[in-house]
Structure formats: C-alpha cells, structure tokens
C-alpha cells in the first residue's frame, strides 16, 4: 500500500516537474475601423476701401493773380464668398476595454496557462498599434513568456423587429456578432506559436404587442459575446498549443490517467484486505 501511494506521488512529482505552465499575457482587443464623417463649410469675405486727396495753391503778383486747386477720390470694394459640403475619411485605431476577460478565466480553468497583466496601450501615436515586437521591447508584458495578441477583424450590432405568425406580437432582438484574430508569440524569440479565429454571440429577445417600447438588455449580449469568445479562444488555444503534451498528453488524457491510478489503489487496497 504504501509502495502504491510513494509511486503515485512521484509519478506525480515527475509530471510537475516535466511542465512548467507558462505565463501569458492577454492583450485587450485591438480594432481598426474607417469613420465617414460629413461637413459643410460657408465662408466670407469683404473689404472696401476710401482714399480721398485734395491740393489748393494761390498766386498774387503786381500784374496778376490765380488759384489752383486739385482733388481725387479712390473707392474699392472686394468680395468672396464660399461654400462646400460632403464627406471625409479617416482610420481610426484603438483598443476595446472588454471581451478579454473570459478568454483570461477560460484559460486558468484549463490549469495549463498561467495569465499575467499587459499593460494598456496608451501612446498617442496609433500607427504602433499593431506592432506587437515593437510593444514588447517596450517592455509591456513583464514577466510573460507569451503574447496573447488578438484584434477585432468584423463586430456587428443587429436590432431586428419581426411578426408572429397568427398572433398580433412582434418579437425584437438584439444581437452582436464578433469575430477576433488572436496570435500567441514568443516574447523571447518572436515566433508564433499559435493562430486562429474566434467568435463571440449574444442576444438578448423580447415580444412586442401593440405601440409598447422596451428596452433591450445590452448588459446581457454583451456579457454571452465575451462568454462564448472566452470559450472558443481557450478551445482553439489550447489545440495548438498546449505545452502540457511535452509532459505526457492532453488535459483528457491526464485526466483518464489520473482515474486509473487511483482506480488502481483502490483495487490493490481491497486485495490487501
């Protein structure tokens, strides 16, 4: 009995060993997106001007005598007048405050992923946005082994209003869809270790009757999309990559493996009584 529970401990011991969870940090969702943006523009201008002159001289002698006298005036007057309209177009960049922390849960609950804190991307210039190497030789993933970078490639709102069929109901949905590119990287050598797609839904559905108003429950679309996003992204993380295959096999595997050791004591300690 004994023998069973020392080699089981450091069978144990051994897998530990052998796997080291590795600490990756988990970026918020970047995003790029073009604004169309309208404007009219009136502008005008005047300007006058007066300039006016006069001379007077007078001559008088023993013989004679005369006057002179000599006047101008110069008006001016200048005028503009400008208007335009239509549209203009802009990249806009930035990062989304939200949606990442399941993908965070989801990835401690598998007990391969240690998680650690990437600090926000605030610099002014956004041109950087995207540039991953150059935002960890800055330094903004302390202590990660990995970079979880992901980006927002398509999102969504949709807020459909629809009959029932033989009942004088309407039903209103509120959804959003989004679609986020992750890539995991070396914080060391750069190299990508994994790269996928994933999508987050979230509705939120209520029936209408007559003139009534309600007020949809975006708390709630937003709380699914960032729920199902969490799972999907930790799913397909995991199948390529999970370090713990170096160590033995798969989470299902360790747990079956697990299973049976202990199904085993179990037998050996009914023999032994």
């Known amino acids: 009995m004994k023998l069973i529970i020392a080699g089981l401990l450091t069978s144990l011991c051994l897998t530990g060993a052998a796997f080291a969870a590795p600490k990756i940090a988990v970026t918020d969702l970047s995003y790029e997106e073009r604004v169309q943006e309208y404007f009219h523009v009136v502008a005008a201008h005047s300007k006058s001007s007066l300039k006016a002159s006069a001379s007077h001289s007078a001559r008088d002698s023993d013989f004679s005598s005369s006057e002179r006298g000599r006047s101008s005036l110069n008006a001016k007057s200048e005028s503009s007048y400008y208007e335009a309209e239509g549209t203009y177009s802009y990249i806009e960049r930035g990062e989304l405050r939200k949606?990442?922390?399941?993908?965070?849960?989801?990835?401690?609950?598998?007990?391969?992923?240690?998680?650690?804190?990437?600090?926000?991307?605030?610099?002014?210039?956004?041109?950087?946005?995207?540039?991953?190497?150059?935002?960890?030789?800055?330094?903004?993933?302390?202590?990660?082994?990995?970079?979880?970078?992901?980006?927002?490639?398509?999102?969504?709102?949709?807020?459909?209003?629809?009959?029932?069929?033989?009942?004088?109901?309407?039903?209103?949905?509120?959804?959003?869809?989004?679609?986020?590119?992750?890539?995991?990287?070396?914080?060391?050598?750069?190299?990508?270790?994994?790269?996928?797609?994933?999508?987050?839904?979230?509705?939120?559905?209520?029936?209408?009757?007559?003139?009534?108003?309600?007020?949809?429950?975006?708390?709630?679309?937003?709380?699914?999309?960032?729920?199902?996003?969490?799972?999907?992204?930790?799913?397909?993380?995991?199948e390529q990559f999970d370090p713990s295959r170096g160590a033995g096999t798969s989470r299902s595997t360790r747990e079956s493996s697990f299973k049976s050791s202990t199904s085993s004591m179990e037998e050996e300690v009914i023999i032994l009584r």
Do not use: H
């Open 99 to 238: 949606f990442t922390a399941d993908v965070k849960g989801e990835m401690l609950k598998s007990g391969i992923y240690r998680v650690t804190t990437a600090k926000p991307y605030t610099a002014k210039n956004m041109e950087k946005l995207y540039d991953v190497i150059a935002r960890i030789k800055q330094g903004m993933y302390p202590g990660a082994d990995y970079v979880l970078f992901g980006s927002v490639s398509s999102i969504q709102w949709r807020d459909e209003i629809n009959p029932i069929q033989g009942a004088n109901k309407y039903s209103q949905t509120l959804s959003l869809e989004l679609v986020a590119d992750f890539n995991l990287i070396n914080t060391k050598t750069y190299e990508v270790k994994a790269a996928f797609s994933a999508m987050g839904e979230g509705q939120d559905a209520k029936f209408l009757t007559g003139n009534n108003r309600v007020v949809m429950n975006r708390g709630k679309v937003v709380s699914e999309v960032s729920k199902s996003l969490g799972l999907d992204a930790a799913r397909q993380l995991e």
